[in-house]
């Protein structure tokens, strides 16, 4: 997700606890689905790779019953790791060159940052990717219990102003999903270089069922060994703001 992103849309204003006819909850998703006119070659990467990059049956319409993603079909036996809100899908196609022994599923509702990616993932000719082009939330709820080995939040939509903060990924309304899917033991790895968001990540991440890696000073400030900075880091370090890099371990 991008830190610099437009006023939000909200796509919903029905109560908790109300559903679409589909069975769907209703889910209020703040943010932006397109962008910018999309070019031509991102228009047939849309057309002719997305589907079948899929992990599979996510959307409520299409998997009423939501029935768990068969990972094993997907990616052979790989361990299986996830980065919600991939932008325009450079650390995770990175990710994916370096380790070709996993699978990774990307979920990114941006279409403009997902026809990035694909145009990625055709020119690195990887094969360990899986794109859901919608909400992290739809995907969690398929993805199986203890079925993920690696997690990334990385610069993540901040919400600055007190009101917006509940629309913050690190809520509990995200991250007990998240706990769920994750393995015992599993890494989550966040980056942001918002100082409330750093806040809001210690205070919240932890009640989900996580304990904290990072030691708090320094060692939040250095990146992670097998880090490749994004464009979103790129322009914070530009303007002057600080990066910090959290892990945290399921339990």
């Known amino acids: ?94 990710q994916a060159i370096a380790n070709p022994d996993v699978g990774i599923i990307g979920a990114e509702p941006f279409i403009n940052g997902v026809a990035t990616l694909l145009g990625k993932i055709r020119h690195s000719k990887c094969d360990n990717i899986a794109v859901h082009p919608g909400d992290a939330r739809d995907l969690m709820d398929v993805l199986p219990e203890a079925s993920i080995s690696r997690a990334f939040l990385l610069y993540p939509d901040p919400w600055p102003k007190n009101r917006h903060h509940r629309r913050r990924f690190v809520t509990q309304e995200h991250l007990l999903p998240l706990a769920q899917v994750l393995k015992p033991g599993a890494i989550f790895r966040v980056a942001t270089d918002i100082p409330d968001y750093v806040r809001q990540t210690l205070v919240e991440v932890p009640k989900a069922g996580f304990e904290r890696l990072t030691v708090e000073g320094e060692d939040w400030h250095h990146p992670w060994s097998d880090w490749l900075s994004t464009r979103y880091e790129i322009k914070a370090l530009r303007e002057g703001r600080t990066p910090h890099y959290l892990t945290f371990k399921r339990l």
Not at 5 to 28: C, F, I, M, Y
Not at 46 to 51: E, I, K, N, T, V
Not at 70 to 93: C, I, M, S
Request: net charge negative; proline share 5%; aromatic share 10%.
């Open 1 to 94: 997700m991008s830190d610099d992103q437009t006023p939000s849309v909200k796509l919903s204003d029905k109560q908790a606890g109300d559903s679409h006819e589909s069975g769907a909850p209703w889910r209020n998703f703040y943010g932006r689905f397109k962008g910018k006119t999309l070019k031509p070659n991102q228009k047939v990467y849309l057309d002719q790779d997305l589907a079948a990059l899929s992990p599979g049956a996510v959307g409520w319409e299409e998997n009423p019953n939501r029935t768990n993603l068969d990972l094993q079909a997907l990616f052979g036996g790989r361990d299986v790791w996830l980065e919600v809100g991939f932008g325009g899908g450079e650390h995770l196609v990175h």
